[in-house]
């Protein structure tokens, strides 16, 4: 579970830090090609990781029980949805390379505005798979919960007692 929030949090992290837009809420007039090949970069990374964190997981015994199976499902989406992210942030560098190059005010707009759709993608695709991999994680924790308060029942109330003599016991 403590992997599964550490992934959270690391895409999270990404989602808020990785912008496109300078502080007055404008795409940069040369926006930096390294920087957002870098974004596609690390979130490949991000995405290996959740893979590998649902490949674990589907290998673990929880697998077979029913809270482990809706566990699997969330890191299921939490995959698909991260795989889609580094080509967004791909696609929003290639533009970045194009659009200083671009003479026309009508190619650059459209430019600028497809930089923006496909870095915002990319960024809702991170938070979504971090929200796929908080509802996994809260699932198993409620799960573990549970088997926890049943195992400190089960210790609560002990072996069962023998069963009392029978009256009259055997009389020869």
């Not at 970069?41 to 991000?46: H, I, P, S």
């Not at 560098?93 to 190059?101: I, N, Q, V, Y």
């Not at 409620?142 to 029942?153: C, I, M, N, V």
């Amino acid at each position: 579970m403590g992997a599964l929030n550490a992934m959270k949090d690391k895409l999270l992290n990404a989602a808020r830090q990785w912008e496109l837009l300078d502080e007055n809420g404008h795409v940069p007039d040369t926006p930096s090609y390294t920087a957002l090949l870098q974004h596609a970069a690390d979130a490949q990374d991000l995405s290996r990781d959740v893979l590998r964190l649902t490949a674990d997981f589907a290998r673990s015994p929880h697998d077979t029980t029913r809270a482990g199976s809706t566990v699997l499902k969330h890191l299921g989406t939490a995959a698909t949805m991260s795989s889609h992210a580094a080509p967004h942030f791909t696609e929003t560098a290639e533009c970045a390379l194009t659009l200083p190059r671009s003479a026309d005010p009508t190619d650059r707009h459209y430019l600028a505005n497809r930089m923006v759709i496909d870095h915002a993608s990319a960024r809702a695709f991170l938070w979504r798979t971090s929200e796929s991999l908080r509802d996994g994680a809260k699932e198993l924790d409620d799960h573990l919960g549970f088997q926890r308060f049943l195992a400190t029942l089960t210790r609560q109330e002990g072996p069962p007692a023998p069963p009392p003599p029978r009256p009259g016991g055997r009389h020869r």
